[in-house]
């Protein structure tokens, strides 16, 4: 076979998808709310169906009650309804959203190389670059559109979807290439049972890997509990290296119970795909709570010993988007509740800070001990902290007599921007946890906490 520019760029747009969303099971979970371990299996039978040459006939016969010159515009159109739906709606028509559009992009790679004739020799290497080229500035495109923080990129702020859009188009128009034979009807060399065969086991060992969390036994709340607070900076260091390892082994060395945790992210490619929470849950072998902000791949988590009872969340309306989620916890030995708040805030006027305090008031519950852990993005001098304490909640640095307790930049902070805060329980110590090499950008703060 060959390949052609257009095949070419149709390779750019194919792995581009793979990335981002459509083989990312991480990422399916959170566009459509269905459980990861559910997902993963779904997504490797949507990715080897294509193999069967049976299904593949399936696939050309269906498209057989539409015109020649109409078939290829009505797979690529599918393709893109399908991200739409997947990216709009939530719950079982999202994910079999993306199933479908997952299947119908393996099916493609069919159709991506031409026929190679004895008198015709192309060669695939300028092909193969342009695939890449393309690969590269989708992903890009899309990264910048999750996070951008350079204006030179504003545009692209919320246009994730677009981005993908336009990869899914440029991988379509390879099934309007003319083919004199239609590649779905081609004769394989192998047995046709032999791809089912291989398809059903690794479907199988998905589902069991995906599911193998082990949580370690909760100590009891009647005993107190330690709350941490930590800005992660997507895996980065303070050196901009990505190190989500350096990460987990300061919040291992937190020793806390509960870690709320900004800045996550969940299958982005600007984290290589890492779901970040459910990782460091692993990791720590905790239950984990996940928010997303941005795109769905960029969020607030909370990670706890105990098993999550409750979690509602809400968006500020800032831009980029930022948010606040609260879980509720239950020790079913003691008998205690305990309500855990993250909350990340975005600086600016003193409207939009009492704004987004009091869309955080209202997530809280008034009857339930409460630990809320913030980045505030501004000093104990901002009115976003001012009308927390002057409230409901203290402040366990002023009750200690821990003074400054600056958090960033994390090598030599000079400002406050992370706090716990807690109401209706009582503090015992305040400290911040450094590891070897700056794992975040902000210093972890982890307070310990005991009932009145």
Request: net charge negative.
């Given at each position: 076979?060959?390949?052609?520019?257009?095949s070419?760029?149709?390779?750019?747009?194919?792995?581009?998808?793979?990335?981002?969303?459509?083989?990312?099971?991480?990422?399916?979970?959170?566009?459509?709310?269905?459980?990861?371990?559910?997902v993963?299996?779904?997504?490797?039978?949507?990715?080897?169906?294509?193999l069967?040459?049976?299904?593949?006939?399936?696939?050309s016969?269906?498209?057989?009650?539409?015109?020649?010159?109409?078939?290829?515009?009505?797979?690529?159109?599918?393709?893109?309804?399908m991200?739409?739906?997947?990216?709009?709606?939530?719950?079982?028509?999202?994910?079999?959203?993306?199933?479908?559009?997952?299947f119908?992009?393996?099916?493609?790679?069919?159709?991506?190389p031409?026929?190679?004739?004895?008198?015709?020799?192309?060669p695939?290497?300028?092909?193969?670059?342009?695939?890449?080229v393309?690969?590269?500035t989708?992903?890009?495109?899309?990264?910048?559109?999750?996070?951008?923080?350079?204006?030179?990129?504003?545009?692209?702020?919320?246009?994730?979807?677009?981005?993908?859009l336009?990869?899914?188009?440029?991988?379509?128009?390879s099934?309007?290439v003319?083919?004199?034979?239609?590649?779905?009807?081609?004769?394989?060399?192998?047995h046709p049972?032999l791809?089912?065969?291989?398809?059903?086991?690794?479907?199988?060992l998905?589902?069991?890997?995906?599911?193998?969390?082990?949580?370690?036994?909760?100590?009891?709340?009647?005993?107190?509990?330690?709350?941490?607070?930590?800005?992660?900076?997507?895996?980065?260091?303070?050196?901009?290296?990505?190190?989500?390892?350096?990460?987990a082994?300061?919040?291992?060395?937190?020793?806390?119970?509960?870690?709320?945790?900004?800045?996550?992210?969940a299958?982005s490619?600007?984290?290589?795909?890492?779901?970040?929470?459910?990782?460091?849950?692993?990791?720590?072998?905790?239950?984990?709570?996940?928010m997303p902000t941005?795109?769905?791949?960029?969020g607030?988590?909370?990670?706890?010993?105990?098993?999550?009872?409750?979690?509602?969340?809400?968006?500020?309306?800032?831009?980029?988007?930022?948010?606040?989620?609260?879980?509720?916890?239950?020790?079913?030995?003691?008998?205690?509740?305990l309500?855990?708040?993250?909350?990340?805030m975005?600086?600016?006027?003193?409207?939009?800070?009492?704004?987004?305090?009091?869309?955080?008031?209202?997530?809280?519950?008034?009857?339930?001990?409460?630990?809320?852990?913030?980045?505030?993005?501004?000093?104990?001098?901002?009115?976003?902290?001012?009308?927390?304490?002057?409230?409901?909640?203290?402040?366990?640095?002023?009750?200690?007599?821990?003074?400054?307790?600056?958090?960033?930049?994390?090598?030599?902070?000079?400002?406050?921007?992370?706090?716990?805060?807690?109401?209706?329980?009582?503090?015992?110590?305040?400290?911040?946890?450094?590891?070897?090499?700056?794992?975040?950008?902000?210093?972890?703060?982890?307070?310990?906490?005991?009932?009145?």
């Amino acid at each position: 076979a060959m390949l052609s520019p257009l095949s070419g760029l149709a390779i750019g747009g194919f792995f581009a998808l793979q990335i981002s969303v459509l083989g990312m099971p991480n990422v399916v979970s959170h566009w459509s709310g269905v459980p990861y371990a559910g997902v993963v299996p779904l997504i490797i039978a949507a990715t080897v169906l294509p193999l069967i040459p049976g299904v593949r006939v399936f696939g050309s016969e269906v498209l057989e009650v539409f015109d020649d010159r109409l078939r290829g515009w009505v797979w690529l159109f599918a393709i893109l309804l399908m991200i739409v739906i997947g990216n709009r709606f939530v719950g079982l028509a999202a994910l079999l959203a993306l199933l479908i559009a997952q299947f119908m992009t393996i099916m493609l790679l069919w159709w991506i190389p031409t026929p190679l004739h004895e008198e015709v020799s192309e060669p695939v290497g300028p092909s193969v670059s342009i695939g890449l080229v393309a690969l590269f500035t989708l992903v890009y495109l899309y990264s910048f559109a999750i996070a951008t923080t350079t204006p030179l990129f504003s545009l692209l702020q919320g246009q994730a979807l677009t981005v993908l859009l336009i990869g899914g188009g440029i991988l379509g128009l390879s099934r309007l290439v003319w083919h004199e034979e239609d590649p779905w009807r081609e004769e394989d060399q192998v047995h046709p049972a032999l791809p089912a065969i291989f398809a059903a086991p690794v479907a199988v060992l998905a589902l069991v890997i995906s599911g193998l969390v082990q949580p370690i036994p909760p100590p009891s709340l009647g005993d107190g509990l330690r709350v941490a607070t930590y800005n992660i900076n997507r895996g980065y260091d303070e050196a901009g290296e990505f190190s989500l390892e350096a990460a987990a082994r300061t919040i291992e060395a937190s020793l806390a119970d509960v870690v709320i945790l900004q800045e996550v992210d969940a299958g982005s490619p600007l984290s290589y795909g890492i779901d970040e929470a459910e990782y460091l849950a692993r990791r720590m072998g905790m239950y984990y709570a996940y928010m997303p902000t941005q795109e769905f791949v960029e969020g607030i988590a909370i990670l706890s010993r105990w098993p999550i009872a409750d979690q509602k969340s809400l968006l500020y309306p800032t831009d980029p988007p930022l948010g606040t989620l609260r879980i509720r916890i239950f020790d079913p030995n003691s008998g205690r509740s305990l309500d855990a708040v993250g909350s990340q805030m975005q600086a600016g006027s003193d409207e939009l800070r009492l704004q987004q305090t009091a869309l955080l008031f209202s997530i809280v519950d008034q009857n339930i001990p409460t630990v809320l852990a913030a980045d505030l993005g501004a000093g104990p001098l901002d009115p976003a902290y001012q009308q927390l304490t002057s409230t409901s909640f203290v402040d366990p640095d002023v009750v200690l007599g821990v003074e400054r307790g600056f958090t960033t930049p994390a090598s030599e902070p000079t400002v406050r921007y992370d706090y716990v805060l807690l109401r209706g329980l009582i503090p015992e110590e305040s400290r911040q946890v450094r590891s070897d090499r700056e794992a975040s950008d902000h210093r972890l703060v982890v307070v310990s906490v005991r009932w009145p």
